[in-house]
């Protein structure tokens, strides 16, 4: 599948599941804004999350009460009816694309067809990694994993416990050392990691800059995290855990 592909679908896949719950996209009113990273998770104690140090934003979208976030380095704000936001241009402009992820997740936890969709904060992503370890454990044994995406938390739990490989875009990550593994580029070292993992654990991000469509058809397990992608794992029938979010 191409990102032309997976954004074509998820468009026309989420604008059945409006007719089919008699929704009229037009008059619906979605707000977004950029959230703050004390509002998006809170007071840390790790420093090194990708959005204290900026490369990354949480866009928030509000429906009825219900909220949809999404992780992007592309904020959107916006004030309008969700008919203007399924005709953007969500295959070639990051920020129409980031704002139709966010609003697709408050409409679908408005629908009670996606949960846990409001990031966890404070001490909840180091108690979310920390539950990441039995859960594999419990479904998958002592595999090789390979990490899409660093999240510090997850990150060093899983590499105390399981041999690890981490793939990420960030160029301040790429090449450096965390927790005794080399981080490596997430499009050159691509091929070389996947082949080496048992498991992939992939951040729910990844649908917002288009490198999901890497993870979706490979022949082995594929698990993704996150609340960015709580609306499309339901789409796409995606196996998604996010322990502490809400």
């Given at each position: 599948m191409t990102e032309t592909e997976l954004y074509t679908k998820l468009r026309e896949e989420f604008k059945k599941i409006m007719a089919e719950h008699n929704l009229e996209v037009g008059e619906i009113r979605i707000r977004s804004m950029a959230?703050?990273?004390?509002?998006?998770?809170?007071?840390?104690?790790?420093?090194?999350?990708?959005?204290?140090?900026?490369?990354?934003?949480?866009?928030?979208?509000?429906?009825?009460?219900?909220?949809?976030?999404?992780?992007?380095?592309?904020?959107?704000?916006?004030?309008?009816?969700?008919?203007?936001?399924?005709?953007?241009?969500?295959?070639g402009d990051s920020h129409a694309r980031a704002l139709f992820i966010a609003s697709m997740n408050a409409v679908m936890r408005y629908l009670g067809l996606?949960?846990?969709?409001?990031?966890?904060?404070?001490?909840?992503?180091?108690?979310?990694?920390?539950?990441?370890?039995?859960?594999i454990k419990e479904h998958y044994g002592s595999p090789k994993i390979l990490q899409v995406g660093y999240q510090p938390a997850i990150f060093q739990n899983l590499a105390e416990n399981f041999e690890m490989r981490i793939l990420d875009l960030n160029p301040a990550n790429v090449g450096t050392e965390k927790y005794g593994v080399r981080v490596g580029h997430g499009t050159d070292d691509f091929d070389e990691y996947v082949k080496w993992a048992d498991l992939i654990v992939c951040t729910g991000s990844t649908i917002c800059n288009g490198s999901v469509v890497s993870y979706l058809n490979l022949d082995k397990e594929v698990i993704f995290y996150g609340t960015t992608l709580a609306g499309a794992a339901a789409v796409l029938g995606l196996p998604r855990v996010c322990f502490e979010s809400e």
């Open positions: 959230l703050s990273p004390e509002e998006a998770i809170g007071i840390t104690e790790r420093k090194d999350y990708p959005i204290l140090d900026g490369s990354e934003v949480m866009l928030q979208a509000e429906y009825e009460g219900c909220l949809g976030q999404a992780f992007t380095s592309a904020p959107a704000a916006y004030a309008g009816s969700l008919q203007e936001i399924i005709d953007g241009d969500i295959i996606a949960d846990r969709t409001v990031h966890c904060k404070n001490q909840g992503p180091e108690l979310c990694a920390k539950q990441m370890v039995p859960y």
